[in-house]
């Protein structure tokens, strides 16, 4: 038998770990977004200097 404390313990853990996952996906996909925008400036900013 496992004591409950230790179960959820072992819950929280997992959650900690998804939550993180979660957060750094998010911050991946607003990065990648940042790089996007300031990729389609530059070609902007180079087609309209040209």
Avoid: V
Avoid at 12 to 41: D, P
């Amino acid at each position: 038998m496992i004591h409950p404390r230790s179960i959820s313990h072992i819950c929280l853990k997992e959650w900690l770990i998804k939550s993180h996952r979660t957060q750094t996906y998010k911050q991946e996909k607003k990065h990648a977004r940042l790089l996007l925008i300031s990729k389609s400036l530059a070609n902007l900013r180079t087609r309209l200097t040209s």
